[in-house]
């Protein structure tokens, strides 16, 4: 049977293969995991079979720990059980994780990877909570993108019953639980093979019963410890083998393999990355747009970093390898250096490779991004005399002087794919209406396609970027678009706060909301917005999506108005095609809503297109109405600058100015500079 092409993120993937896996699902949502617990306990309450064809129970318990102890128990008893945590909620995991380990029983834990609170608080994703946890002795599968994600979710399950080591299955938090992707799931049929039930059958004899009474959990002495903690080492010497042999199985089925480390690269690569993780696909970009000047580079993906495979990783890496750059997503103040890094070091000891110099650095701490421009100057720093050692990249670091300069305007985005950014206010209905728009796309026109939304952690009310790609070829850009073919500003008062267009290429499209018609709203634009869309040539659109709504009874509600002008000009499918697409997402959407809410939405799609103005652009800025700039971003990267109304008052506090002011306007990334701030 073939697999299902389905476009959906990482967290809804996962949860699909857990919830068939499983009898027991205890949950206490986190954020970025909290989608995968409600999905599971919505299909509980659906009565959606797992599957052997039982509902599994889904408890939600006061605390992570609590959801931990659940698993625990239930596991005890003979269910095949899981949950899904991410950050604090994970570590207050660890106490049962030990037991779980050292009793040699067989789960899955789901995780969203995230920051760890310390300086401050983040619910984005890097590798501190898993790397808090390798100790615990659990086995540690790392998915790098949706597809990925949706694989190894089934083949941890399949895995844990062959080797009773349970599994930390983890993906990078928002980078990848929240991308929106089209993949192929893999089906009932697939599922069923991979799960062997007389390894469940086993799991289930284990079970505690009075019919058939065992000891556990007892309290030992040192007469005895040391010796029962050595008996469990034939499992772990026997781990990895039996997650090849799972990936092997699975790629039978899905002809999709993968290997405990995957090399991707040249054969004959004297540099090479280390890393795992979402930030592998921007690596391989940037490996193949290197490699087509000559040179010999490559990247070794660690899929299962617990158990580590020495005889694995060493068959894996290329002979002709010099110099090796470990890449650590996480942090581990006080330490020699970071976890990879240290593992990798203590891998070639072992494995006799002598010769090669190794180098260790971090990146994307909090969803900071990693881009092939920042692989490409880790490459160039393995290249130089004296390497640099314990780098960081992707951060201008002006306190330990410890970051690699890198060339932002270095690009591997592939001309075929179609780039195109929103910016929505939350709770505007922008980013779903965004989400059906892959959907449609990736499902209807039959395209490659991801979507990733950049949410500020303060939600509701804040400023959100929708980061659509779609085309024919295969998608491996985990990064956020910097040269867009279609740019929509979805709020008119975006347009002195930020700069809406700096993530125009030359020649794209400008989707404007505006309350001013085709022939007054030239006039009332900032006058450096006039001249990035002369300088740029860009096509520009207006519409009054406010106006279409209100006319229709959706009050503010701009998204399905916005979405309809999107498809209308992109073409990305036949207007009437796409027409019809979007009113059979609004009933899908919509339905529980009433009849009322559905036709209101399709009235509107309907009302849209003859409100859907394109604006001439004269060859000149002009003066517009009510603007007084004062602070300046400078040009980069070719574009003109690009002048603000201030962020904060110039009386402002120092750290205000400099820095509060920068993150006001989105620049908190440093990438950029506000002059005088």
């Not at 929240?178 to 469940?200: F, G, K, S, Y």
């Not at 090399?263 to 004959?268: H, L, R, S």
Request: proline letters at 5%.
């Amino acid at each position: 049977m073939q697999n299902s092409h389905v476009t959906l993120d990482a967290n809804e993937a996962v949860a699909r293969t857990a919830y068939a896996c499983s009898e027991v699902i205890a949950i206490y949502p986190i954020t970025p995991s909290s989608s995968m617990g409600e999905l599971s306990d919505q299909w509980a309450s659906e009565k959606k079979p797992n599957l052997w064809g039982t509902i599994p129970k889904v408890v939600e318990m006061q605390s992570e720990a609590g959801a931990a102890g659940a698993v625990h128990g239930a596991l005890q008893g003979g269910a095949l059980c899981t949950t899904f945590t991410a950050s604090q909620g994970l570590l207050l995991m660890i106490p049962n994780m030990y037991k779980i380990a050292g009793e040699l029983t067989p789960t899955v834990f789901h995780i969203a990877a995230r920051s760890i609170a310390a300086q401050g608080l983040s619910i984005f994703g890097d590798h501190q909570d898993v790397m808090a946890c390798r100790q615990t002795g659990w086995a540690m599968l790392c998915s790098g993108s949706v597809q990925e994600a949706a694989d190894f979710a089934l083949i941890a399950h399949a895995a844990t019953l062959e080797a009773r080591i349970p599994f930390l299955h983890f993906f990078d938090g928002f980078r990848t639980s929240h991308e929106v992707a089209r993949i192929e799931l893999p089906t009932v049929e697939q599922t069923r093979a991979m799960i062997d039930d007389e390894r469940v059958h086993a799991h289930r004899t284990r079970a505690l019963s009075p019919d058939h009474p065992v000891i556990r959990g007892t309290a030992q002495n040192p007469d005895v410890y040391f010796q029962g903690r050595e008996t469990v080492n034939p499992y772990y010497f026997a781990c990895p083998h039996l997650v090849q042999q799972a990936f092997d199985r699975f790629g039978q089925l899905t002809n999709r393999t993968y290997r405990l480390f995957d090399y991707y690269g040249a054969p004959d690569a004297d540099r090479v990355i280390v890393m795992m993780g979402s930030a592998c696909g921007a690596t391989e970009e940037a490996i193949d747009a290197l490699r087509r000047t000559g040179q010999k580079i490559g990247l070794l993906k660690v899929r299962l970093y617990r158990p580590f495979d020495v005889s694995a990783f060493a068959a894996a890496l290329p002979t002709t390898v010099r110099r090796l750059a470990v890449l650590d997503r996480t942090k581990e103040p006080g330490s020699i250096a970071e976890p990879l890094y240290l593992d990798i070091l203590a891998a070639l000891h072992e494995s006799g490779r002598s010769g090669v110099t190794v180098v260790g650095g971090r990146y994307g701490l909090s969803s900071k991004e990693f881009t092939p421009a920042m692989a490409r100057a880790v490459f160039e720093n393995l290249s130089a005399a004296q390497p640099r050692h314990h780098f960081t990249i992707g951060i201008r670091d002006d306190v330990t002087h410890t970051s690699l300069d890198y060339d932002a305007g270095f690009s591997t985005e592939d001309p075929g794919t179609v780039r195109a950014v929103f910016f929505g206010l939350g709770a505007d209905g922008t980013v779903g209406a965004n989400k059906n728009s892959i959907k449609i796309i990736g499902e209807e026109a039959g395209l490659n396609a991801q979507g990733y939304f950049v949410y500020d952690s303060k939600k509701s009310g804040s400023v959100t970027t929708s980061h659509l790609r779609f085309g024919p070829n295969p998608i491996r850009s985990t990064y956020l678009i910097t040269q867009a073919n279609f740019v929509a500003c979805h709020q008119f008062s975006f347009l002195d706060r930020f700069d809406m267009l700096h993530l125009a290429g030359p020649g794209a499209t400008f989707l404007l909301n505006s309350l001013y018609g085709p022939d007054e709203v030239w006039a009332r634009l900032p006058r450096p917005v006039q001249e990035s869309i002369i300088a740029k040539k860009l096509n520009f659109y207006v519409i009054d999506a406010l106006k279409v709504a209100a006319a229709h009874g959706m009050g503010g509600r701009i998204n399905t108005v916005m979405q309809t002008c999107f498809f209308a000009i992109s073409q990305v499918l036949p207007r009437d095609e796409a027409i019809a697409q979007i009113k059979k997402s609004i009933e899908k959407t919509y339905a529980k809503r009433g009849r009322t809410v559905v036709e209101k939405n399709w009235a509107a799609v309907d009302g849209t297109l003859q409100n859907l103005h394109r604006v001439s652009v004269p060859a000149s800025a002009m003066t517009s109405d009510g603007l007084c700039p004062s602070v300046s971003i400078p040009a980069g990267n070719g574009e003109v600058p690009f002048s603000l109304r201030p962020p904060v008052p110039a009386d402002a506090p120092e750290f205000v100015r400099r820095v509060t002011s920068l993150m006001i306007v989105g620049q908190g990334n440093g990438k950029r500079c506000i002059s005088g701030a």
